[in-house]
């Protein structure tokens, strides 16, 4: 079953840039992950997905300052210009046939 | 606009059974899966289970968690997907939420409910 490691928090000041990881299990190096921000108080919502190539499939209405990227295990999300409303929760997620796994979480904080 | 409202949450005792409803609008609801994801207060996110379209003979999937106490099921003709739980125990307490996957070779969405409570308290 393939697990998902996420740091606990991440930070950065306003108008910088932010990079979170996800990192796959061994033997699930090439997994696609999706990325899922959760605002407080607020419901999660799909931002975009990331495949092992790099290729990442941007959800609708999401803004062009989130981005994915690939290297190895590890999946990224690239948050450029740093908004106040980024501060949220960053969840990354995979699945298999049939089991679907989120990873711990981020918590972005906007200094 | 893809429209996911969720419904049936409340107060029940352990051991007791509650029906969650997902009630979908803006897409075609029939060519999507759908998901029930769950969040204890101040956790992460955990996958409860999914039901797939009638073209994959709304094939379930469930978490170990939950398996043999939870059942999904899905009305088309209503465009409303269902979350039975039975036995339900005190760690089954969370904000339950709907979502929807469709994937295909060009495009993958993913949208999310609001969620509705549960809570599992004597």
């Known amino acids: 079953q393939p697990v998902l490691t996420q740091s606990s928090s991440a930070s950065a000041s306003l108008g910088s840039s932010v990079r979170l990881t996800c990192t796959l299990n061994s033997g699930h190096r090439n997994y696609i992950i999706a990325w899922h921000q959760q605002q407080p108080g607020k419901a999660p919502r799909y931002l975009m997905k990331v495949e092992s190539s790099g290729i990442h499939n941007t959800g609708s209405g999401v803004p062009d300052r989130f981005s994915g990227s690939s290297s190895g295990a590890d999946r990224y999300l690239t948050i450029s210009d740093l908004q106040s409303e980024d501060e949220a929760d960053y969840y990354c997620?995979?699945?298999?046939?049939?089991?679907?796994?989120f990873g711990g979480g981020t918590k972005v904080t906007v200094l | 606009e893809v429209q996911l409202v969720e419904s049936g949450g409340g107060l029940v005792q352990p051991g007791g059974s509650l029906k969650l409803s997902c009630a979908a609008s803006?897409?075609?609801?029939?060519?999507?899966?759908l998901h029930w994801v769950r969040q204890t207060s101040g956790k992460g996110l955990e996958w409860v289970g999914r039901i797939r379209s009638k073209a994959n003979d709304f094939a379930t999937a469930y978490a170990a968690s939950v398996n043999g106490r939870f059942t999904i099921s899905r009305d088309d003709s209503k465009d409303t997907a269902f979350l039975q739980m039975n036995s339900l125990k005190i760690d089954d307490t969370a904000v339950y939420y709907c979502?929807?996957?469709?994937?295909?070779?060009?495009?993958?969405?993913?949208?999310w409910g609001q969620g509705t409570l549960v809570t599992v308290s004597s």
């Open positions: 979502k929807r996957v469709k994937m295909t070779a060009s495009m993958t969405a993913m949208d």
């Open positions: 803006g897409f075609t609801f029939s060519g999507s899966s």
């Open positions: 997620e995979t699945w298999d046939s049939d089991v679907w796994v």
